[in-house]
């Protein structure tokens, strides 16, 4: 053993690198959540949430038509990729025998880890290329294609985490399999399933790259899937890139808004599974 | 299944056989076919990325494509993709070295040091960067991080450079705060929070028994973080930051929005360079001719096949060591 | 019962005046944009918020592609479709395509400089030279001669161009192709170009390229004018044909269309003879097929007729709405032009486009 006094000294050294490291590795989100809520809360005004943008150089106007399609475009994501990510997390947990799971479980890790934007590309071929037409519903599903993976991810790991002897006792009771998972293990597992469920959407609302050739973006409010539609981070690029202040503004606003957004479905994730 | 739907007590005569055997096959089935539409996606994700890019491909060839440096989509309809896959590997390899080691040092001290109050909430704002949308950080990076970086850093460095050391600049690059180094500090604050969070699950993971041996040894705490934490947790600490390899790859927007998307090599520090998603994002709604449209989603397939290998890699890391876990 | 018929009958007549909203989607250059979103802004309210029209500006390059995708309804192009173009979208779908010209525009180098504010003059030669790098700061004495008494600063020149396919740039490189030699064998005219400059940052669109001219001190790029005067950026001047140094002013740029016009309105108006006219000028097209039942994107003749309707309110009242955005209007002979090329139109064999035009 070297020198007592050396061997502390250099551990209150890596401590000190190691404060450092994590200070580092929590700058940018606070200098990026800084920046966003400063200059975009004063921006958030009525017209924000109520009007659609006003043509270049016009000052005022507001996103409203971006705000209904992002909740339009995630929430009909949401509703495609539900089941199939709820089947597939069922699969994985509840039939860990099935040969099909360890292909099946390192498809939809990769799946999860594909750019967003070659999702977006997948869409763009398979619905507007083929319908031709750019159209909320295609970016809905490049939406669905994102949100996939990520409900099967935290659905297996939920539906594991309910104890195996719920699934014995209905067993015992004579219940066939089916029922198990439905009656049983699915409600005891319902918190967690609910906040996949949030995860997805809040990852998938913000992104912006595949819906650049599906959603296109609408200047007007349209409810009509079939009609291009706006979404929030979609705006908040294009204002971001162009050259006018008041634009600028509204996009410090968009980031706001969409923050707020993510912050809410996290929030709501942590309350949904508190106390476990 | 129609007798099925609420079934007034579990303690009931045992059902038919048919209720309960051709229940379960039916169930079975219907989850299977739900669950392949995850290989079906993956698949066709592929597939059809190869079948849109086809033309180009065919004509370019399938490495000359991947290795010619020329994109000219107006004189020559000549399409190389090398300066955007020399532009992503440049970045993301950078970006991850950037971000390894500060996504360790907050892993270790929310894992180690930190009291619990405090280690929840930096685990809470490591999950929250991994969902702040990726135009939020590109916003930020326009009118923050660009100009702040070209002010402190590119102007002057770059001046000084012209002064004393002439040969620098040529591969310094113009110092217009938009270029491949200003794409590499934001892609490293994006990744970060995927290298930390497996980091911190993988040392969490580490047996108390050893832990606990080693104290009792009289290690200090870095001696035990580098004698028994690190070599243990070091499984993890590699997949999280393939994770985050395989995200830095893919992250379109922030990039797009400050890399200045220069699509000639060889590529600058300071200066302007591109990345494979950027350059779909930006011009596949805008390519005239077909060839050119073509190439773009050609583009498309080459990600794929670059983020299938880093990320199945990755999720085959991952699976390995639960089940490692597990077992122990 | 009378009057319950009646609130009846006022209701569906109000759910009728609902379906017979019509929604079109066009997309295309952002040169316009600034225009055609004022136009599509009033035209709701002329409208009384029945015909809605959703433009994005994607690029030239972009509102050709989806164009002949027919995933719009109309595109918008600076540069009109080219002779092969033309002959291809012909035999690809039955229909010619017409390039209807409504509004003029002129493309003006933009740049950032802090503590210069005299405008500075630019040759095309000079131009062409820092767009291929040849010229790499800004007290370069090829850019100092054309500017005496301007304290031009050491900063590097950082060539900002357009990273989507542009018809900004088509104008911007077919005036570069005219004046400069080097350029047109280098580089060439298109909707992208393979930039040679090394020193050089692509923006998207034309609010992308002045975003970034305006964010990088040292910068130069090139915009539709309206950008350049909405967002207080610099601009210079430029030296025409005659060897005036122009400003992109609106009699300049009218003057520079100040030609023979051919039939189906396809020119180029840059690089222009006219001795007071702003050598970098250009029309700017919405994009049409003849036989509009060709085009997917069309789905009801009541969508094609409303389609028509705003075309020609587009060349005609909406010209108003030009020149306080320094767009120059049409001129008489490219207005008569442009309604000719309207009444061509037709939809499922009706010669609807001579009904509006008629009207």
């Known amino acids: 053993m070297r020198n007592l006094q050396a061997r502390y000294t250099r551990d209150r050294l890596i401590l000190l690198v190691v404060i450092v490291g994590t200070i580092l590795a929590a700058l940018p989100l606070t200098l990026v959540l800084g920046y966003a809520l400063v200059n975009g809360f004063s921006s958030l005004n009525w017209d924000f949430f109520t009007k659609g943008p006003k043509p270049p150089g016009e000052l005022g106007g507001g996103m409203a038509p971006a705000i209904v399609g992002t909740l339009v475009i995630t929430g009909v994501g949401l509703l495609m990729a539900t089941p199939f990510g709820i089947g597939a997390g069922i699969l994985l947990a509840e039939y860990p025998d099935n040969k099909l799971n360890p292909t099946l479980r390192l498809l939809s890790d990769t799946l999860n880890g594909m750019p967003a934007i070659l999702k ?59 029922r198990v998972i439905l009656s049983l293990v699915l409600p005891a597992a319902r918190a967690g399933v609910v906040t996949g469920l949030l995860l997805a959407t809040a990852r998938a609302a913000g992104e912006a790259a595949p819906l650049i050739f599906t959603a296109f973006g609408n200047t007007l409010l349209t409810l009509n899937l079939s009609q291009p539609m706006d979404a929030l981070p979609l705006r908040l690029y294009a204002y971001a890139i162009s050259p006018y202040e008041d634009w600028h503004r509204q996009a410090w606003a968009a980031a706001v808004v969409l923050l707020g957004l993510i912050v809410l479905t996290s929030l709501l994730a942590r309350w949904v599974t508190r106390g476990r | 299944m129609q007798q099925a739907p609420v079934q007034p007590s579990v303690i009931k005569r045992q059902p038919s056989a048919i209720y309960r055997v051709l229940g379960d096959r039916i169930f079975l089935a219907i989850v299977l076919l739900l669950a392949l539409s995850i290989v079906a996606l993956t698949l066709g994700l592929g597939y059809y990325l190869y079948l849109g890019g086809s033309q180009t491909i065919n004509k370019e060839g399938f490495f000359g494509f991947l290795t010619g440096t020329t994109w000219d989509p107006a004189l020559k309809l000549e399409f190389g993709i090398w300066p955007y896959v020399l532009g992503t590997i440049i970045t993301s390899l950078s970006a991850l070295v950037l971000s390894v080691p500060v996504a360790l040092a907050a892993a270790i001290f929310t894992a180690e040091y930190a009291p619990r109050w405090l280690a929840g909430f930096i685990n809470y704002l490591v999950d929250l960067m991994a969902a702040v949308p990726s135009v939020v950080y590109g916003i930020w990076g326009i009118f923050v991080l660009a100009p702040f970086l070209r002010e402190a850093f590119y102007l002057p460095f770059f ?72 070599p243990y947790a070091r499984g993890g600490i590699f997949a999280g930051a393939m994770l985050a390899l395989g995200r830095a790859l893919g992250e379109t927007m922030a990039v797009a929005m400050v890399i200045g998307n220069g699509n000639i090599l060889p590529y600058t520090l300071f200066g302007p360079a591109s990345t494979m998603p950027a350059v779909i994002a930006l011009e596949l709604k805008e390519a005239v001719e077909d060839l050119h449209y073509s190439a773009i989603i050609g583009v498309g397939f080459y990600l794929f096949l670059i983020a299938f290998i880093v990320n199945s890699a990755a999720s085959y890391l991952l699976n390995k060591l639960k089940v490692g876990s597990q077992r122990a | ?259 023979v016009l051919p039939g189906d309105a396809r020119i180029s108006l840059t690089n222009t003879n006219a001795p007071d006219g702003y050598p970098v000028s250009s029309f700017s097209y919405i994009l049409v097929y003849e036989q509009l039942d060709k085009n997917k994107a069309f789905k009801s003749e009541a969508e094609a007729r409303a389609f028509v309707q705003m075309l020609k309110w587009v060349v005609t009242e909406g010209q108003k709405f030009n020149e306080p955005l320094t767009y120059a209007r049409l001129t008489e002979v490219a207005q008569a032009r442009a309604l000719a090329l309207i009444s061509r139109i037709t939809y499922q064999g009706k010669p609807i486009g001579k009904e509006v035009v008629g009207q």
Request: charged fraction near 15%; aromatic fraction near 10%; avoid cysteine.
């Open chain 1, 120 to 178: 977006g590309l997948l869409a763009y071929v398979l619905v507007v290329k083929a319908q031709g037409s750019f159209s909320g519903f295609s970016g809905a599903l490049a939406m669905a294609f994102i949100m996939i993976p990520i409900i099967a991810k935290t659905t297996e790991s939920v539906l594991k985490l309910v104890p195996w002897n719920i699934r014995e006792a209905g067993l015992a009771l004579g219940l066939p399999r089916w």
């Open chain 3, 1 to 259: 019962m009378k009057k319950l018929l009646i609130a009846t009958t006022a209701l569906l007549g109000l759910a009728s005046t609902g379906l017979a909203q019509v929604s079109l989607t066009g997309a295309g250059a952002t040169f316009p944009f600034p225009v055609l979103s004022k136009y599509f802004d009033e035209y709701l309210k002329v409208t009384n918020n029945q015909v809605r029209v959703n433009y994005q500006s994607i690029g030239s390059g972009g509102g050709q592609r989806q164009f002949i995708e027919q995933t719009v309804h109309f595109g918008v192009s600076d540069n009109p479709f080219n002779d092969q173009q033309m002959t291809d979208i012909r035999k690809n779908t039955g229909s010619p395509a017409l390039n209807i010209p409504f509004v003029l525009g002129a493309v003006v180098p933009t740049y950032n400089l802090p503590g210069v504010t005299q405008r500075l003059n630019f040759t095309g030669e000079v131009l062409a030279d820092i767009f291929l790098g040849n010229i790499k700061t800004w007290n370069d004495p090829a850019i100092a001669r054309l500017n005496p008494g301007v304290n031009l600063p050491a900063l590097p020149i950082t060539v900002v161009h357009r990273s989507d396919g542009s018809g900004t740039t088509f104008v911007w490189t077919d005036y570069l192709t005219k004046v400069s030699p080097e350029w047109a064998q280098k580089v060439g005219r298109g909707n992208s170009v393979n930039w040679p400059a090394p020193n050089k940052v692509g923006g998207r669109g034309n609010e992308g390229v002045a975003g970034v001219v305006r964010n990088t001190p040292g910068a130069i790029g090139y915009n539709e004018v309206t950008y350049a005067v909405q967002n207080r950026i610099q601009f210079g001047a430029v030296q025409n044909r005659a060897g005036k140094f122009m400003v992109a002013e609106l009699p300049a740029i009218t003057a520079a269309a100040n030609v």
């Open chain 2, 159 to 230: 001046l000084w450079a012209a002064e004393n050391a002439p040969w620098l600049s040529r591969y310094l690059g113009n110092p217009a705060g938009y270029g491949m180094f200003t794409g590499i500090v934001i892609l490293s604050s994006m990744v970060i929070p995927f290298t930390a969070a497996l980091s911190r699950d993988a040392i969490n993971l580490v047996p108390a028994a050893q832990r606990e041996g080693a104290y009792a040894l009289g290690a200090t705490r870095w001696e035990v973080m580098q004698t028994v934490i690190l």
